[in-house]
């Protein structure tokens, strides 16, 4: 999975990244004027993993992975050319997903660039820049078609979806709130439009508002997400980020007295994996111990495929077991005597956390 961090300048995008990868990418109180992504991998923490990794003592660990991009704030009319324009958005245009980061910090040193705190209008000039960002994809396309020397019949349905999603958009209606059926989305996908990807919030607050659960429009935050079908976290990104840098120990502690019960990390992935419709399942032993991610509803040939292609294609049977019962008995011995690892077949659909051997032959 991959996911695009987005807002305006001096937001907490860059904080967020260092946190969730683990880096070091140096972060401006000002706007700096980069055109470059920082792009890295976020390891996803798992108590299942640890667990395995206990009792197998393996080689080597593979945890499920975020590739999260970075990409530098937009301003309102990037789409236009201002600020540094938005050239760069093109290193998010695949994602499975863009998280959306809104400032409701205050700070004297972290100037805004509109001048005040206005979650709820942060939030509509991204979208606006999104929207025509689209818009004009979707306008060079049309005209691409109706300049062509010949145009097929695929050409003609192509340039139907489009200027429909062009109405749309040009009343201010993001793409995945205009009413498209299956056959007409299914046209859109090669475009990877902004406004059509599935989208989380993360307000960004700070050590005061953390504490107190309270913060601007708070409210009409909760309210917009809902309404939308739109995950909200609350986090105080630079606050974890800081914490994350001390010894366990004493990251315990200050997690607690803030009130984190979970780490900025774990709830992204949660949100995402659920939000998404992914889920992990669980291969283990003395060599490795790993997360393989999945879509929820996979029946158990396919995801043999996420293994290796050949696994899929001589399938013969699923060994299961259930984390739950491996951790409450202690030993994959102790899971066969209760009779409770079982062999299933290609239409098994895998539960999350499932412990697989697949039985194979090519």
């Not at 880096?23 to 390891?43: H, L, M, P, Q, W």
């Not at 959306?100 to 005040?116: K, M, P, Q, Y």
């Amino acid at each position: 999975m991959n996911i695009g961090l987005i807002g305006l300048p001096s937001v907490g995008k860059t904080t967020l990244f260092n946190l969730l990868t683990g880096s070091d990418n140096e972060v401006s109180e000002f706007s700096t004027g980069r055109v470059e992504a920082n792009v890295g991998i976020a390891k996803i923490p798992d108590k299942r993993i640890d667990f395995l990794v206990n009792m197998y003592q393996p080689k080597k660990i593979t945890p499920a992975t975020i590739e999260v991009i970075d990409v530098p704030g937009l301003v309102r009319g990037s789409s236009a050319g201002k600020g540094i324009g938005n050239q760069f958005l093109d290193a998010i245009r695949r994602v499975d997903a863009l998280v959306h980061i809104v400032r409701a910090f205050e700070g004297a040193n972290v100037l805004h660039t509109d001048g005040s705190l206005d979650p709820m209008r942060d939030i509509e000039t991204i979208n606006m820049e999104l929207l025509f960002a689209d818009l004009g994809v979707i306008e060079n396309r049309i005209d691409r078609i109706q300049k062509a020397r010949k145009v097929t019949k695929e050409n003609l349905q192509e340039l139907e979806v489009l200027k429909k999603c062009q109405l749309g958009l040009e009343e201010g209606l993001l793409l995945h709130h205009i009413q498209l059926t299956d056959e007409e989305r299914e046209i859109l996908k090669t475009f990877s439009f902004f406004s059509e990807k599935p989208m989380l919030l993360v307000v960004n607050l700070d050590e005061t508002q953390l504490v107190s659960g309270e913060y601007p429009q708070r409210e009409e935050l909760t309210r917009f997400a809902k309404e939308r079908n739109m995950p909200l976290m609350a986090l105080g990104v630079k606050s974890e980020l800081e914490i994350s840098q001390l010894e366990p120990e004493d990251r315990e502690l200050f997690l607690q007295e803030l009130g984190i019960t979970e780490a900025g990390i774990d709830l992204l992935a949660a949100t995402a994996y659920d939000h998404l419709g992914l889920m992990s399942f669980l291969t283990a032993g003395t060599d490795e111990v790993r997360a393989w991610t999945i879509k929820r509803n996979t029946p158990a040939k396919r995801a043999a495929g996420k293994i290796h292609s050949d696994i899929e294609k001589g399938f013969i049977r699923a060994e299961i077991v259930r984390f739950k019962d491996l951790y409450e008995l202690g030993s994959v011995a102790k899971v066969k005597e209760r009779g409770l690892m079982t062999l299933e077949g290609k239409e098994y659909i895998v539960q999350d956390g499932d412990i697989i051997n697949f039985r194979f032959n090519v």
